[in-house]
């Protein structure tokens, strides 16, 4: 049987390839148990210091596979929401990854490929790539998308996008927020290497506890309350390992040893 997803890992990056090239990398059950079962073991091999979320095929997904949803009006009620569960999880795992992510975007991207893509930390994407939220013009709600969608481009544009329903371009997808670069299809993996290599050079205990306070303090009001709970958080960091082996590496004008 072939895998749902491929994983690999090289110099500290992995990748996460969604491979049901035919179905354009739509998601089933199945398939978003084995992202999920994918994106912990990444999270868990201290060897993995960025994830990049691929496709192979023509796109890199097309979201929620129609061929399986379809099934659902003939189960019962808790099974159809074992299924959306599945689906949210899918997205939450790769958002919820401690680490920094990057999807590399080709083809077509709707609803829940979409998901997938906002729940990455960076979105590199293919200049002939087009999007879009379609859910709408098929009955259906993204709804696996909307939190990330939400955080990504607004409340208003979030709302635009899911009722209006088509697809759109890159350029249009850079304009709105969606992607953070647009380059040309052949320069894709050349970009995704550059970005990767450059987050390498950063601390990993920073880059994971950065990911963590960035949701923990989005969800409070600024008050004092959040500056002292920020604070507790910097003088903590300040007397760990990889602070104190930056602070010499610079001082002494080498590359700390994380980065090298």
Known sequence: MTALVKTAVAAGIATLTLNRPKEMNAFDGDTARSIIEAVEAFAADDGVRVMVLAAEGRSFSAGGDFNWVLTWPGLDAITRRVGADLMMGAVQAVYDFPKPSIARVHGVA????????????FAIAASSARFGLTSARNGLLAGIAIPVLIQAVGPRVARQLLMHGGLFDSATALRLGLVDQVV??????????????????????VQTLVKSLITAVDAVPHDAEAAGFLGEHVAVQCTTDEAIEGMKAFLDKRKPRWAV
Not at 110 to 121: E, I, K, R, S, Y
Request: hydrophobic share 50%; aromatic share 0%.
């Open 110 to 121: 709707v609803g829940g490929g979409v998901g997938l893509m906002l729940a990455c930390d």
């Open 184 to 205: 040309a299809a052949d320069e894709l993996d050349h970009a995704i290497a550059t970005l990767a290599g450059e987050l390498k050079l950063s601390a990993p205990s």
